[in-house]
Structure formats: structure tokens, C-alpha cells
């Protein structure tokens, strides 16, 4: 039972363009969310990061925003850059489980100059 | 060193050979993360450590995987009788809170993993 989806395998955006990943999760305890990028042959690094309070949290170019009654997040990123292509992973998780994350499967991002 | 280091990168075990992998997470990191990638899926949790307790073992898929940090600090994975289903990327992190309101503001680390391939 995967309780975290990204429907998308992969997306490929133009340079300058806004990229949007979509996420969405089944376990309603789920309070926090995180974006994770992952370059090849390296580990996973975090980018950003939403709790349930909010609907919408900003970091420079990422963008993401929390839909909680659809259970849905996305990741935007604008604009797109080449350095973005990388794969991205949602994660969640929840306040006793704290960094116990459950992980989507990714989505390739391809940014194309 | 500045982040979490694995080793060795790479491992090729014959089915039936026990492996050990080796994590140096941050220092100063009271938490310790072993998780599983299997190819094209995400990563998926094996076990925690807080320093040298291990508090959460629920992922750890046989008996045949066993995970210590004897001194809190390095951790070891070790896996007894590879089987073709372990041929996977292990993945170590830390970070410095793990559970609780606290760790919304301390994320995992991540290091670059073990890939590991059994023949």
C-alpha cells in the first residue's frame, strides 16, 4: 500500500520555465512533508519543507504548496534551471514518527537549455 | 568530515556471502537512519538509532539483516546470507533531533550509499 504517490515517472520543462511536481499522499496523520533532490550515484539532499499548518512555503526559486483536503502537495520551481534535472522525491511523515519518512517513488526532472 | 560518509560504495556479494556496510553520519548527529532503494522506487525505512539505542527496528526486512552503533556515533549494517532481493542501495543518515516537534527543523542527511549487488 503506497501511502505516498507521484504519479509522474518524469517531466521535462524548458529552461526558464516553471516546473511543477505533484505528490500525493493517503495516511490523513501525515503533518509534515518534505521535498528530497537526488543527483546520480549521490544521496538524496533536502530542499524544502511543509507542516500542516500551512498551505504554502517559499524558499527562492521552490515554491511548495499543501493541499490538505485533496491530499496533495506540489513542488514548484521557478524559473527552471539545467542544474535542476535531478529526481525528486516527496516524503512524509508525522510528529511521533519525526524523520521515519515515507518516501514517493520520484519523478525524473529534465530541464532542457 | 562536513557530511555523512558510507562505505564502501560499491559491493558485489555472491548469494549466500554476509555483507557489512558502514555508515560515519555527522558529527554531533544524536540520530541515525538506515533505509533501502530499491531501483526505480524511493527510499524505504530499515531502522533508527538514538545514539547507541536502536529504537525502532520495524523495517528491517529478515532476520538476516542486523544494523549496530555500538558508540553512537558510526553505525554498521550487516547482512547475513545475501539473497538477490538485498541487490539494492543503502542509504545512511542522520540528523540532530529525530522525533517530535523538534525534528521539523532538523532534516535527515543523507550519505551517498552502498549499492549493493548480489550475484
Known amino acids: 500500500d503506497q501511502q505516498v504517490k507521484q504519479n509522474s515517472p518524469s517531466l521535462s520543462v524548458q529552461e526558464g520555465r516553471i516546473s511543477i511536481l505533484n505528490c500525493d499522499y493517503t495516511?490523513?496523520?501525515?503533518?509534515?512533508f518534505l521535498w528530497y533532490k537526488k543527483y546520480p550515484a549521490e544521496g538524496p539532499t533536502f530542499l524544502i519543507s511543509?507542516?500542516?499548518?500551512?498551505d504554502k512555503n517559499e524558499d527562492g526559486r521552490f515554491t511548495v504548496f499543501l493541499n490538505k483536503s485533496a491530499k496533495h502537495l506540489s513542488l514548484h520551481i521557478v524559473p527552471s534551471q539545467p542544474g535542476d534535472s535531478a529526481v525528486y522525491f516527496c516524503?512524509?511523515?508525522?510528529?511521533?514518527?519525526?524523520?521515519?519518512?515515507?518516501f514517493g517513488a520520484g519523478t525524473i526532472l529534465r530541464v532542457k537549455s | 568530515g562536513a557530511g555523512v560518509s558510507q562505505s564502501p560504495r560499491y559491493k558485489v556479494a555472491k548469494r549466500g556471502q554476509d555483507v557489512a556496510l558502514r555508515c560515519d553520519p555527522i558529527?554531533?548527529?544524536?540520530?541515525l537512519f538506515w533505509y533501502q532503494q530499491a531501483l526505480g522506487q524511493g527510499p524505504e525505512f530499515l531502522t533508527y538509532?538514538?545514539?547507541?539505542?536502536?529504537?525502532?527496528k520495524s523495517g528491517l526486512p529478515s532476520d538476516r539483516f542486523f544494523a549496530e552503533r555500538p558508540e553512537g556515533s558510526v553505525s554498521t549494517l550487516k547482512i547475513q546470507r545475501t539473497q538477490q532481493e538485498d541487490s539494492a542501495v543503502y542509504l545512511c543518515?542522520?540528523?540532530?533531533?529525530?522525533f517530535g516537534l523538534g525534528s521539523y527543523n532538523s532534516p535527515l542527511h543523507f550519505g551517498n550509499g552502498t549499492r549493493l549487488t548480489v550475484t
Open positions: 543518515a542522520s540528523s540532530l533531533v529525530s
Open positions: 558529527s554531533g548527529h544524536v540520530s
Open positions: 538509532f538514538q545514539n547507541e539505542a536502536q529504537l525502532d
Open positions: 511543509i507542516s500542516s499548518i500551512k
Open positions: 516524503a512524509a511523515s508525522y510528529m511521533e514518527y519525526g524523520n521515519k519518512l515515507v
Open positions: 495516511n490523513s496523520m501525515f503533518d509534515y
